[in-house]
């Protein structure tokens, strides 16, 4: 259909009772995290640029950081394993697995193991893979996908979730009271933490100066996952390190005031090393997996600044696209801006599948003002709208530009358009038998004509005296 | 082969910048935030911003043992180091205090007892590593934590508190209970780990 976005298209898909429940999700909470950042902080902008530039330091130094942050591990005992692709990191974390004999498994959140869909793989190789955090246990029972970075279960409601506990034996009878059904998935899910034979989790930082990774959680989940098991193996992008663990006072107190409004999270898990000595709780052996998977050609490319994103979502909760389409109309772990920008750029040879998704934004701005790394999103969605047009991407719903291009450079043609617009205002265009053009309106109302005013008014504006 | 390829593709990437930013040199005074830092007393502050995270500090061992009472959490472990100074008295008020925690009773605990290293007075946070908490797991599965914290250990910030990390290869900040707000946004204590989070200070 003219006029309307390839989003539009997938956005219909969706049932209108998710639609709802993500608009309702997204919108919630943001002028309370704003409060939260503005009441504690006077320049809290200023923190937000401060962050920016200590990404895009490390950024810049990544050679010299990694090699670092490799070092670092490896003097504590850790192993450090490098993954180029998706499938090399499948692979890598697969082989530990085997070598230890692990057949059953609970995983915290992790984008990355989205990103590289490690559960189905892990489970197609005979690993029970459980996750833990609440909304990615149910999203696995419903093997579905994630709809929000921070919030996976945005597009759900306590009646299904009440329906899969029952369907998948979590639960004996249908209750759909939110504290039951928390109940209900700590007593189930404590029982495969105690039997688990490892834990996979992501990281939020690494540190390179001490090799420390950071993971913070809300539930404890990622803290219970590694607590009985033996085995800790850690998938980490390349982009998550920072130079020093004392730039964490940055990240840390942004993280969780724009995530879920809270000062700190929870849980913030500080780790370089298997268990000490004298504590019988805690993995005896630890991997780390750094993973590239696209991210060392969006530092080649000039929309770099996205791999500051520490995935917080409140570009999410803000964009008004995203809350009208909701998540899974952006098709990949990444929805909303931050996907719009990530998915077409991470997924490279996959380009032209995803380079609708920068012309779903009405560039207004919302994602840069709350983003705490301050990433100029409106900015990198034109430049991949541009990088669609250069390599002639093909785009199905785009409304024909010719005419309006050829008016728009040539002046004569455009004084003469705009004198003649305002007699657009007495045709009837609404009764009119042009396709495209019935396809446009309607979907909205078009403002009565004005044009020509503007030059009527310049003509008899007097110049300045100085 | 993967560790090479990466490197050289990084190489290649930032060997093509025209400007490479520099480390911003800041002030840590600038991740401080003056509200909740509000007050003199170290220990006020903390205990007003663990009240904000539903959090609890208690000063005494009988105010301790009132509220396990209350709450009807009456056995549960304490770290064998701390028996004699709290496990002991809380026994002689009629509760059931081990000093073993074994991991096929996980459900036994409900309350555990164990050290705190330290403490943010900014953000209420307990700060726990694994030399100083005896069992990970005791301080993780009761419905009741309590972390026993000495004064003396209170930072003022988060800073202060990241400046004095130490060797441990694991430590854990907890900033109140184990919360979720996944099923509708509705906020749930008590998820995978403590649903009370109680700081003992003495």
């Known amino acids: 259909m003219f006029g309307t976005q390839l989003i539009d298209d997938y956005a219909r898909q969706i049932a209108d009772e998710k639609q709802a429940s993500v608009l309702n999700g997204s919108a919630a909470g943001t002028e309370k995290r704003y409060q939260v950042l503005h009441q504690d902080y006077a320049q809290p902008d200023a923190l937000r640029r401060l962050a920016g530039s200590i990404k895009d330091h490390t950024l810049h130094h990544l050679g010299d950081y990694l090699t670092q942050a490799e070092h670092s591990l490896t003097q504590r005992g850790v192993h450090v394993h490098f993954a180029e692709t998706d499938e090399d990191a499948r692979q890598t974390i697969l082989t530990i697995l085997q070598q230890h004999q692990v057949s059953r498994l609970t995983k915290s959140k992790s984008m990355a193991a989205e990103e590289i869909h490690l559960n189905p793989f892990l489970i197609d190789n005979g690993v029970e893979c459980l996750e833990s955090d609440l909304g990615e246990f149910i999203i696995q029972l419903d093997d579905d996908i994630p709809s929000h970075i921070v919030k996976p279960i945005i597009h759900k409601n306590r009646r299904g979730i009440a329906n899969s506990f029952l369907r998948e034996g979590v639960a004996e009878d249908y209750n759909d009271d939110p504290q039951t059904i928390t109940r209900r998935a700590r007593v189930f899910l404590r029982k495969k933490y105690m039997d688990a034979q490892a834990c996979i989790t992501g990281a939020n930082f690494l540190c390179a100066d001490s090799g420390r990774l950071v993971i913070v959680t809300n539930e404890g989940n990622s803290r219970f996952g590694m607590a009985p098991a033996p085995l800790h193996i850690a998938l980490v992008g390349i982009e998550k390190l920072i130079p020093g663990e004392a730039d964490l006072a940055v990240f840390l107190n942004l993280l969780g005031r724009s995530a879920t409004g809270q000062q700190l999270t929870v849980y913030t898990e500080f780790i370089n090393g298997p268990r000490s000595a004298s504590q019988p709780d805690g993995p005896e052996q630890m991997h780390v997996v750094f993973l590239d998977n696209g991210r060392s050609s969006v530092l080649a490319s000039n929309c770099r600044e996205i791999l500051r994103c520490i995935r917080c979502g409140a570009c999410q909760n803000v964009c008004p696209i995203y809350r009208q389409a909701s998540g899974h109309a952006y098709r990949s772990p990444y929805g909303g801006p931050i996907g719009a920008v990530l998915s077409p750029l991470l997924f490279g040879d996959r380009f032209p599948e995803f380079a609708d998704l920068p012309k779903a934004s009405t560039l207004c701005g919302a994602c840069n003002e709350v983003c705490p790394v301050n990433i100029p999103i409106p900015d990198l969605l034109l430049r991949l709208r541009d990088k669609a047009k250069r390599e002639a991407v093909p785009s199905p719903a785009a409304i024909p530009m010719a005419p309006f291009a050829l008016l728009a450079t040539s002046p004569n043609l455009w004084r003469s358009a705009m004198s003649m617009s305002k007699a657009m205002n007495h045709l009837p265009l609404d009764v009119a038998p042009i396709k495209p053009l019935q396809d446009w309106l309607g979907q909205r109302t078009l403002p009565p004509s004005k044009g020509g005013d503007f030059r009527k008014w310049m003509k008899t504006r007097r110049k300045p005296q100085h | ?202």
């Open chain 2, 1 to 202: 082969m993967s560790r090479a390829a990466i490197f050289r593709k990084i190489s290649a990437a930032t060997a093509a910048l025209k400007t490479k930013a520099p480390r911003p040199e800041y002030d840590a005074s600038i991740t401080h935030s003056t509200p909740k830092l509000a007050g003199s007393n170290l220990l006020e502050i903390f205990s007003r911003n663990l009240a904000e995270v539903n959090g609890r500090a208690l000063l005494s061992i009988a105010e301790l043992a009132d509220f396990l009472t209350k709450n009807e959490q009456l056995r549960g472990y304490c770290d064998p180091v701390l028996y004699e100074r709290i496990g002991s008295p809380l026994a002689a008020a009629g509760l059931t205090v081990e000093t073993t925690y074994e991991r096929t009773r996980y459900d036994d605990y409900q309350f555990g007892i164990t050290r705190a290293s330290g403490a943010i007075a900014e953000s209420g946070t307990l700060i726990l590593d694994d030399e100083h908490t005896s069992r990970r797991l005791a301080a993780l599965s009761p419905w009741v934590h309590v972390a026993v914290l000495e004064r003396s250990t209170i930072h003022r910030t988060i800073g202060d508190a990241l400046a004095a990390l130490g060797d441990s290869p694991n430590i854990i900040w907890v900033t109140g209970p184990s919360k979720t707000a996944d099923v509708e946004g509705i906020l749930i204590e008590g998820v995978h780990g403590p649903g009370e989070q109680i700081a003992l200070v003495l």
